[in-house]
């Protein structure tokens, strides 16, 4: 298990928890940002990881406040132990509206259903202790409703899927020797590039330091965020690839 400061200045501060994942599972990053003594946890993940990723984040708040669980989708290594949270402390979950009926299926105590909160299309701002939490919209990244969040304190955007990488962990240095270890995920993850280019045209607008996804390692520096942006805007991946997959297998011999 490691734990990375993304950003640490005047009362805020970003952390990483990465490697909390053991077997088989897939490996997950999960994100805290605390600001003035109050935080929000990102795709805080499954039941495996559950114990050990709130007993960190009750380490890293040092007696403060829990305030939002923020799910940027519906699949299970960022939901699954969703109830835990809710349980043990009083913060708000927030979901794309898309998928808020259904998140309940994975074991939600009707107890705790009035604090999961829909995120509509357009995304959202939340007050994290008189700091901004940006929910922006990311449909189709590679869930229908998906959201990321941008912190314009550290200037960092946390990507989710978008960005994922497969054995890589901690900071990227050579962004052009990285892309191996994203192509192959993006290609079958992502729904296609007309998502890409609507994301990467907003995300232009943004002031960003750090790309911080859900999956593998982390991109520093506008020029690597700006490498990365432009590699999304131009890649087939997804719808743009689906003839190729739709064939009648063959025949049994």
Same mark, same amino acid.
């Given at each position: 298990?490691?734990? &990375?400061?993304?950003?640490?200045?005047?009362?805020?501060?970003?952390?990483?928890?990465?490697?909390?994942?053991?077997? &088989?599972?897939?490996?997950?990053?999960? $994100?805290?940002?605390?600001?003035? =003594?109050?935080?929000?946890?990102?795709?805080? +993940?499954?039941?495996?990881?559950?114990?050990?990723?709130?007993?960190?984040?009750?380490?890293?708040?040092?007696?403060?406040? /829990?305030?939002?669980?923020?799910?940027?989708?519906?699949? %299970?290594?960022?939901?699954?132990?969703?109830?835990? *949270?809710?349980?043990?402390?009083?913060?708000? !979950?927030?979901? %794309?509206?898309? *998928?808020?009926?259904?998140?309940?299926?994975?074991?939600?105590?009707? /107890?705790?259903?009035?604090?999961?909160?829909?995120?509509?299309?357009?995304?959202?701002?939340?007050?994290?202790?008189?700091?901004?939490?940006?929910?922006?919209?990311?449909?189709?990244?590679?869930?229908? =409703?998906?959201?990321?969040?941008?912190?314009?304190?550290?200037?960092?955007?946390?990507?989710?899927?978008?960005?994922?990488?497969? =054995?890589?962990?901690?900071?990227?240095?050579?962004?052009?020797?990285?892309?191996?270890?994203?192509?192959?995920?993006?290609?079958?993850?992502?729904? +296609?590039?007309?998502?890409?280019?609507?994301?990467?045209?907003? !995300?232009?607008?943004?002031?960003?330091? &750090?790309?911080?996804?859900? $999956? +593998?390692?982390?991109?520093?520096?506008?020029?690597?965020?700006?490498?990365?942006?432009? *590699?999304?805007?131009?890649?087939?991946?997804?719808?743009?690839?689906?003839?190729?997959?739709?064939?009648? %297998? %063959?025949?049994?011999?």
């Amino acid at each position: 298990m490691t734990t &990375t400061i993304l950003f640490d200045a005047n009362g805020h501060k970003n952390v990483l928890l990465e490697g909390f994942e053991e077997g &088989t599972s897939i490996p997950t990053n999960q $994100h805290v940002v605390i600001h003035n =003594g109050h935080a929000a946890v990102l795709d805080p +993940g499954g039941h495996k990881i559950y114990s050990k990723v709130l007993a960190e984040t009750t380490s890293q708040l040092k007696g403060g406040h /829990l305030d939002y669980i923020l799910l940027s989708h519906q699949d %299970p290594d960022i939901v699954a132990a969703v109830n835990g *949270w809710l349980m043990t402390t009083d913060a708000t !979950a927030y979901a %794309p509206s898309l *998928w808020v009926r259904f998140i309940p299926h994975f074991g939600l105590d009707r /107890l705790v259903q009035s604090r999961l909160k829909p995120v509509s299309d357009e995304g959202m701002r939340l007050d994290l202790a008189g700091s901004e939490l940006w929910l922006l919209p990311a449909h189709f990244l590679h869930s229908p =409703g998906n959201f990321q969040v941008y912190d314009p304190v550290s200037k960092i955007l946390y990507t989710g899927d978008l960005g994922a990488s497969v =054995g890589v962990e901690g900071e990227v240095h050579d962004f052009r020797a990285h892309l191996p270890a994203m192509e192959g995920f993006h290609k079958r993850y992502m729904a +296609g590039n007309a998502a890409l280019r609507a994301w990467a045209n907003m !995300a232009r607008n943004l002031d960003i330091e &750090t790309i911080a996804p859900q $999956h +593998g390692g982390f991109l520093r520096g506008k020029d690597k965020v700006a490498q990365f942006i432009d *590699w999304c805007r131009e890649l087939r991946c997804g719808n743009d690839l689906v003839a190729e997959s739709y064939l009648i %297998p %063959p025949a049994r011999t």
